[in-house]
């Protein structure tokens, strides 16, 4: 049974395999030839692999950006970082995770097959951990065997359906179409960017991707070079600040800590230019091969697939949203330490691509000053949820770290607080009015 379970979770957390069946059920679906059907399928799964392997590189090159920023500023507290504390949760909780995660699929299937809303939520990794958190709440909650995992999964499946609802509005805005949609649990923060964006617009609202440069500086236009040359600069002002003692003897082997410093800013250039061009590829194949599933299984159906999605839209709005949610990951980490409360420590990883998102929503609707303010946001967002998270989550709330990114906090927070002010009954309540209000037919003019 263990060793089932495991291969499961094998299996339906890897995007690259999920998106790839995806692709083969919609295009056997629409009985296309061998060919096709091969090219689409295969593309698919190396595209997704390409994506990934960007975003290795990319996290590989912010890992020790986040330790030399500890060690130059003298800073210690919760750093939220989805992959550590699934890992630790996995240890107790890794069965009622992997049925969670399964049943959970299924009601999102049956929810876009029987609703107006119409979104399939094909991130594995990120709907791993999703299940994982609502595994431990519902056993803090109170839940047992089948009534957890079938809350849980009913759970889940709503928030695989409500979170790229939610955004699709901003979706249409950004794409210009209402093909594909974003299934990452950040969708709270990343609509939040897209709303600060329409409010801080101007009577002229420059795109990022329009910023005139002068001439002797449009070089900067390519954004493969300016994100190398800004992670460059913002590299070695870390590195001087921790000092070449520490970096070479605990993070470089012994490398000259300026160099080490030049080639992560490099490969992290790299990891946006290789994310990229994997999103091209994704995009040219998904969106024809799930035209089979949404006229043959759920009809009108759109594909919620991973951030990195949106990133090919604005380049350079990307970056800025990394630096603005960061900054606003400092002044929350600021605010904390003042009033006295558990310090959230602003994660770079997480940061990174909840800020890059949400600089994009903010840019699409406020051009550069709201993808500015709008990631600044989503860095305060970011920041506070997972106090008020931490004390839900049992004894994974004395763990060094958290969820990180801002659908786990409202998630986690709600059924949370339901269960410590009015106990199990309350979430079986909440899920069963959520799913009626979701079932009620209503129409508006553009789909949900």
Known sequence: MNNVLATLIDIL????????LIALIGLLAQRKNLSDTMKGTTKTFVGFLVIAAGAGILETSLVPFGDMFQ?????????????????????????????????GMIVNILIARFTRFKYIFLTGHHTL????????????????????????????????????????????KLTGNDNVALGHFSAVGYALSGLVGKAVKGKESTSTEKIDFPKGLG???DSTVSIALTMVVMYFVVALAAGPAFIEAELSDDTNYLVFSLIQAGNFAAGVFIILAGVRLVLAEIVPAFKGISTKLVPNAKPALDVPIVFTYAPNAVLIGFFSSFVGGLFSMIIMAVVGSTIILPGVVPHF???????????????????VAGSFVNGIIISFLPVFLLPVLGDLGFANTTFSDADFGVGGIFFGTL???????????????????????????KSA
């Open 13 to 20: 957390s890897q995007p690259a395999i999920l998106v790839a």
């Open 71 to 103: 060690e130059a500023f003298n800073v210690s507290g919760v750093v939220p970082n989805n992959e550590a504390i699934v890992a630790l949760a996995l240890n107790e909780y890794g069965s009622n995770t992997a049925l969670i995660m399964f049943f």
């Open 129 to 172: 951990y999703m299940a994982c958190m609502l595994a431990v709440i519902m056993a803090v909650a109170g839940f047992n065997t089948v009534p957890l995992i079938a809350a849980g999964s009913v759970a889940l499946g709503i928030i695989m359906t409500l979170s790229p609802a939610i955004l699709q509005p901003f979706m249409r």
């Open 219 to 221: 070089f900067l236009r």
């Open 353 to 371: 691509f909840t800020g890059a998102a949400a600089g994009v929503f903010g840019n699409a609707t406020g051009g550069v000053k709201g993808a």
């Open 419 to 445: 269960a410590n002010y009015a106990g199990p009954m309350a979430i079986v309540i909440s899920l069963v009015v959520i799913l009626v209000l979701m079932a009620i037919p209503f129409r508006s003019k």
